[in-house]
């Protein structure tokens, strides 16, 4: 399931590309024809991430609320602008130079792509990329619009950008009123609101519950946008026993774990990867962005010594999701 960050990002290309445009909106796959019907002609607004739910307001108080879920992906087409907090120097998402590197490094499971954000999919649409990515080619589509593969829940498509929705979990017209209820229901984001008030929120959530901490974590009424890669690697960074009763967690440590989210989210949106390993060297840094599996402490390191100190890693279900961790380092 697409975390945090990458919904975070999904909002800035869609804000990027979409804000201020007449937007042709259509439902290819037929299940939200309805709703691509009240979309369809008006000017797209805004657009937003809390945790893993995405918001896009359009004319006439009219929002469009997105859950990607387990499967669900954004796939992009056209002359697409980049953000300039998810661009890399050669505009490529997915790319980094960060570090003192200075070539193009591509993640090889497909963790953010430019053309497709969320579940990892290899794209079949072409994709033109706009001026201000020189060195990429700037060949015209050979059909615009795109043509439709598979089944796009919701295509959104402007005189120069395409967006298709393929497989979330949730798609649905809603009234100002109705997002406001689905944000109160949902815990604090870092990149929404003031981090202090997330903090207390956070901090108060976790104390009151009698609930292993490695669950609440996954739980987005207690804090949004945490999956599993970043539950295991934030219960990992502070030492902790999943099993620790939210209650039984001293509040010091839950606060460095909110500031540690604050610093890890900030880094997945930045860079599109979920980098949870500090102090690298560059050519380590390198290799961690753009192999999946050296950019984790403890995540997908099943019956693998642990980097701190040898242990083999555990891998157990907790809610029916995989939980990776040490069992000497967070005794």
């Known amino acids: 399931m697409p975390e945090g960050h990458s ?36 000017t797209l607004k805004t657009a937003k991430a809390v945790g893993k739910q995405m918001f896009v307001e359009f004319d006439d108080d009219l929002w469009l609320r997105v859950h990607l879920g387990l499967y669900g992906a954004w796939d992009f087409a056209g002359e697409i602008l980049m953000d300039a907090t998810i661009a890399s120097a050669n505009g490529r998402m997915g790319q980094t130079n960060q570090k003192g590197t200075d070539s193009a490094i591509f993640d090889d499971a497909g963790e953010n792509s430019l053309a497709s954000i969320g579940a990892p999919r290899k794209t079949r649409v072409n994709v033109r990329m706009s001026e201000q990515t020189k060195g990429l080619g700037n060949d015209e589509l050979a059909e615009w619009p795109p043509p439709i593969v598979g089944t796009v829940r919701l295509r959104l498509l402007t005189d120069s950008v395409c967006a298709d929705l393929r497989g979330p979990t949730a798609c649905e017209i809603q009234t100002p009123d ?9 815990g604090p984001d870092p990149l929404v609101g003031d981090t202090v008030e997330g903090e ?30 970043y539950r295991a690697e934030m219960l990992f960074r502070a030492a902790l026993n999943p099993h620790t009763p939210g209650k039984a967690v001293r509040e010091d440590t839950l606060r460095a774990m909110w500031r540690d989210w604050v610093n890890l989210l900030s880094i997945g949106v930045e860079t599109g990867q979920m980098m949870t390993m500090d102090e690298l060297d560059p050519e380590a840094y390198r290799r961690a962005m753009a192999h999946r599996d050296d950019r984790h402490w403890v995540y997908h390191r099943a019956g693998l010594p ?7 890693i555990v891998l157990e279900e907790m809610q029916a999701r995989k939980l990776y961790w040490c069992p000497s380092c967070q005794a």
Not at 207 to 227: E, F, H, P, T, Y
């Open 7 to 42: 919904v975070h990002r999904i909002a800035r290309q869609i804000e990027r590309n979409f804000v201020g445009s007449i937007v042709t909106a259509s439902s290819p796959q037929g299940r939200f024809a309805e709703g691509a019907s009240l979309l369809n002609g008006r």
């Open 178 to 186: 109705e997002v406001a209820a689905s944000i109160a229901k949902l």
């Open 200 to 229: 207390e929120r956070f901090v108060a959530a976790v104390k009151r519950r009698n609930v292993a901490i490695g669950q609440l974590l996954m739980d987005q009424s207690i804090v949004s946008g945490i999956g599993n890669v």
């Open 306 to 312: 642990c980097r701190e100190c040898g242990t083999e």
